[in-house]
């Protein structure tokens, strides 16, 4: 039996952003479960459904510092876009994600349930977690920023391919474009370092997994200490050079001679020529010069109790 909700005109209000072609578009199945979580908790519900790119950011934006408390549903683009709103509204706030993507890299890593009606009381009952995020010349993302072979995936597989099979059906768009990704020469400077080369993919990252395919190697990943970890792959001339590298992303081991892997809180990337890029799984064009820095724990989100607690937000 449904707890019976009492909610008044001075109830704390909350701002709940759907992004309604969010994976297997799951959320209309467990839609009222999720609002009863939320008035449950003791929230009066406004709810938003996407309607284009960019639209939950341009929402949050406007209307966030309204609200008591944000949550969103969608993917991890749609997460950061809110991310990226409530930082330009003025209000200090967490925000609460129910995962609902394809990849969802960033909930797997930070323990956010997959179950729709989890993860909703999660984000009205969890604790706050600071992680780190970062800035992309003026553009705000969450946890990734990449460009060549194993990124492109992440916007051009077509949704519903993604919605049927998930994971694997960025794995297959990767080997049948492999071939056919170009080089793009470029110049990184981090640590005081420079590193110039032919590269086929590039990731500047705080998470464990990029796009669904790439794996970093273990333990090398900790979310809040100011620094991004910095994938490279080098042009790839001869068949076992291919094997290795493919092996190295997908295993996580970075055996590969054509790798670099390092840490960095800031770094420049020059470019002949403009490249794209993705920002969170989301496209996002390039130019010659970027500048990429971390901001320390500067990323609030709510998370299960089970996890590590720390004190929320106002």
Wanted: charged share 20%.
């Amino acid at each position: 039996m449904k707890q019976k909700v009492f909610l008044d005109r001075d109830s704390k209000k909350l701002l709940f952003i759907v992004n309604p072609v969010a994976g297997r578009k799951l959320y209309k199945k467990y839609f009222p479960e999720m609002i009863q979580a939320f008035m449950e908790a003791g929230y009066l519900v406004t709810t938003y459904l996407t309607q284009s790119h960019s639209d939950a950011e341009r929402y949050a934006a406007l209307c966030g510092a309204d609200y008591d408390r944000v949550v969103c549903l969608g993917g991890d683009g749609t997460f950061a876009q809110v991310i990226s709103g409530i930082k330009q509204c003025g209000k200090d706030m967490a925000v609460g994600y129910i995962p609902a993507g394809s990849s969802n890299d960033f909930g797997a890593l930070h323990g956010l349930s997959t179950d729709l009606v989890a993860a909703a009381h999660d984000a009205v009952r969890g604790h706050v977690k600071q992680v780190d995020c970062g800035t992309f010349n003026d553009q705000l993302f969450v946890y990734v920023a990449a460009f060549g072979a194993f990124i492109a995936t992440s916007y051009a597989t077509p949704q519903d391919l993604k919605n049927t099979l998930g994971r694997p059906a960025y794995f297959l768009d990767v080997m049948r474009e492999l071939p056919r990704i170009k080089a793009e020469h470029m110049k990184v400077t981090a640590n005081g370092q420079t590193f110039e080369g032919d590269y086929i993919f590039g990731a500047i990252t705080n998470n464990t997994s990029v796009s669904g395919v790439v794996s970093l190697p273990k333990g090398t990943v900790v979310t809040d200490d100011g620094k991004f970890e910095v994938v490279l792959i080098e042009s790839l001339k001869t068949l076992p050079e291919l094997s290795d590298a493919v092996y190295s992303v997908l295993s996580g081991d970075f055996i590969s001679k054509q790798i670099t892997f390092l840490h960095a809180s800031e770094l420049t990337i020059e470019a002949d020529h403009p490249i794209d890029w993705t920002l969170d799984g989301e496209y996002h064009p390039g130019s010659t010069l970027v500048r990429i820095q971390n901001h320390q724990q500067a990323l609030h989100v709510y998370v299960p109790e089970e996890g590590v607690p720390e004190e929320p937000l106002p």
